[in-house]
């Protein structure tokens, strides 16, 4: 089945503890991104990725890193995390401009 | 830079009737495409329709369809014959097209409007 997998689903951690979601799919889509959602505000893309090995800022970058070494697997890294990044994330994909996305199942993040 | 309003934060509809969500956009650009998601409580966003803006039929899928002004940047979209299963939170969303490279792949969207479909 063709899915963007994202991991964990679920997630509370202390500010400052370094934590990574993962986020793969299985459908050989070259174009990736993080999209955060907050109550009123709707998505935001926080990092994209073009293809292996490129990435770049979205809107919300921010306290986020990411890195893109293999085509399927596109992770987030929050060095450092604050309250602040309380978020439902989301990792999606898509094979080129003619597509829309498909998006993961979302990770609900809380940081206490 | 682009932007999306949804001016409906909140719409209710009883079970078979129609119902229509509103879209208004502004961008400078004269191809993109437009897209409705929907994200039930399960949280998933689904894609529920799209739309090229060089094409001037709307589109269709199934009990879903757009009004398209391209002119007036406005994008609408019509549910038939509601059902319970269509209660969400309905997201309209803006795309560049021009290849996709940097961020003419990202997807603005609406700050979105919940949709409750009443028995």
């Known amino acids: 089945e063709a899915q963007v997998t994202q991991n964990p689903r679920y997630l509370i951690t202390v500010t400052g503890k370094k934590l990574t979601v993962t986020c793969s799919q299985n459908?050989?889509?070259?174009?990736m991104s993080w999209y955060r959602q907050d109550p009123g505000l709707g998505l935001r893309q926080i990092y994209y990725?073009?293809?292996?090995?490129?990435?770049d800022k979205g809107d919300v970058p921010e306290g986020y890193k990411v890195s893109r070494k293999e085509k399927r697997n596109f992770p987030l890294i929050l060095e450092s995390p604050s309250p602040n990044q309380t978020s439902l994330y989301f990792c999606?994909?898509?094979?080129?401009?003619?597509?829309?996305?498909?998006f993961g199942s979302g990770t609900r993040l809380t940081v206490v | 830079a682009q932007t999306v309003t949804q001016s409906q934060p909140e719409m209710s509809v009883q079970e078979a009737e129609t119902v229509t969500l509103s879209c208004t956009y502004d961008?400078?650009?004269?191809?993109?495409?437009l897209f409705w998601y929907k994200q039930p409580p399960s949280r998933q966003m689904i894609l529920v329709i799209r739309?090229?803006?060089?094409?001037?039929q709307n589109a269709t899928e199934n009990r879903f369809s757009v009004n398209f002004q391209k002119a007036a940047k406005s994008f609408s979209l019509k549910i038939s014959d509601s059902q319970l299963g269509d209660t969400a939170m309905y997201f309209c969303?803006?795309?560049?097209?021009?290849?996709?490279?940097?961020?003419?792949?990202?997807?603005?969207f609406g700050k979105g409007t919940k949709l409750s479909v009443k028995p």
């Open positions: 999606a994909s898509r094979l080129d401009s003619n597509y829309g996305y498909t």
């Open positions: 459908m050989n889509h070259e174009y």
């Open positions: 990725s073009m293809n292996v090995e490129v990435t």
């Open positions: 961008t400078s650009e004269n191809n993109y495409y």
């Open positions: 739309q090229e803006a060089y094409k001037q």
């Open positions: 969303a803006f795309m560049k097209q021009r290849g996709y490279g940097g961020s003419q792949g990202n997807l603005i």
